[in-house]
Nanobody, 117 residues
């Protein structure tokens, strides 16, 4: 089992940057594909970025070129670097760990990101 704790959210002006961190605990972190999702008020949760256990990354079209995802397997950490933030990036951001073959799917509690115009 994996426990996830997000941090790094806050209030930032449009055009600014934030780095979100996701600290994982438990066994087998290296084997998990890791995701960042976000959910804005009144909207469905959407995938923002992902990084597989092998290091392949993917991004939602809305954040391509602005966000970067990385992981440090030695530290059990996943990061989301968010640049050129826009008001529409305002949401609660969630870290997600998944191992599809085992049916494992874990979520953090989320961290609020607010971008003011």
């Amino acid at each position: 089992q994996v426990q996830l704790v997000e941090s790094g959210g806050g209030l930032v002006q449009a055009g600014g940057s934030l780095r979100l961190s996701c600290a994982a605990s438990g066994s087998g972190f290296r084997g998990y594909d890791m995701y960042w999702y976000r959910q804005a008020p009144g909207k469905q949760r959407e995938m923002v970025a992902s990084i597989t256990s092998g290091g392949n990354t993917d991004f939602a079209d809305s954040v391509k070129g602005r966000f970067a995802i990385s992981r440090d397997n030695a530290k059990y950490m996943v990061y989301l670097q968010m640049n050129s933030l826009k008001p529409e990036d305002t949401a609660v951001y969630y870290c997600n760990a998944r191992r599809v073959m085992e049916g494992a799917n874990y979520w953090g509690q989320g961290t609020q990101v607010t971008v003011s115009s």
